[in-house]
């Protein structure tokens, strides 16, 4: 069956360091692959799409990349400040049509100052 | 800006009471979406409508739930009777036209937090 696995639970960094994380997936072909911060409480809020033929997708401070070999994404938020504390999550498209989008179980990310 | 529009944003029912949750996607968005999303866990698809036709509600419990789109604007998703496995948060979600080729965020709404007692 599909699976979409984030590193961990839980994230806890200091801030202005580098925050990774991780997503892996199996029994997926995703054409693409999206990343969302949700805030306690709220609805998701998209970041950032990259496409199976992009290696690495840049915005700001947030950077993804995309390995279709080892079925991985990182997502790395650079110089991170305590208003990045949210849980990310990651999402696969398999781009044929409008297919919904498939949500790992997210990260919840703690930058401490 | 425009949102994805959701209420109510809190419901507290006791189980077997019927409940009902409301979306307006934002406008010329014809793609919407139902998600679950359980404490702790990822969003996960109940129902997706492309204008007033249903295109997957495969992973919708129907004997319990129901969701609508009567004129492909807004849409009512209904759980009847609750048990206490639904509390969850109830997220709507919407697509821009022309999102087939992989330029397609979604935007969700602020969602509807369900308690079942």
């Known amino acids: 069956s599909q699976k979409i696995e984030q590193n961990s639970e839980a994230l806890n960094i200091q801030e202005g360091k580098t925050a990774t994380l991780t997503c892996n997936y199996t029994n997926y072909s995703p054409a693409y692959l999206q990343w969302y911060r949700q805030d306690p409480g709220r609805g998701p809020v998209f970041l950032l799409l990259i496409r199976e033929n992009e290696k690495e997708k840049r915005k700001e401070r947030l950077k993804v990349t995309f390995d279709t070999t080892l079925k991985q994404s990182l997502f790395h938020i650079t110089a991170s400040q305590p208003a990045d504390s949210a849980t990310y999550l990651c999402?696969?498209?398999?781009?044929?049509?409008?297919?919904?989008?498939?949500f790992g179980k997210g990260t919840r990310l703690s930058v401490i100052a | 800006e425009a949102e994805v529009a959701q209420s109510p944003r809190y419901k507290i029912t006791e189980k077997s009471q019927a409940v009902a949750f409301w979306c307006d996607p934002i406008s010329g968005h014809a793609t919407l979406y139902w998600y679950r999303q359980i404490l702790g866990q990822g969003p996960e698809l109940l129902v997706q409508f492309q204008d007033e036709s249903v295109v997957d509600d495969s992973q919708l419990p129907k004997d319990r739930f129901s969701a609508e789109r009567l004129k492909g604007v807004d849409s009512t998703l209904k759980i009847q009777p609750a048990e206490l496995g639904d509390s969850a948060m109830y997220l709507c979600a919407s697509r821009p036209p022309g999102s087939g080729i992989g330029t397609g965020e979604l935007f969700f709404g602020e969602g509807s937090r369900l308690t079942v007692l």
């Open positions: 999402a696969l498209d398999k781009g044929s049509g409008n297919t919904p989008l498939v």
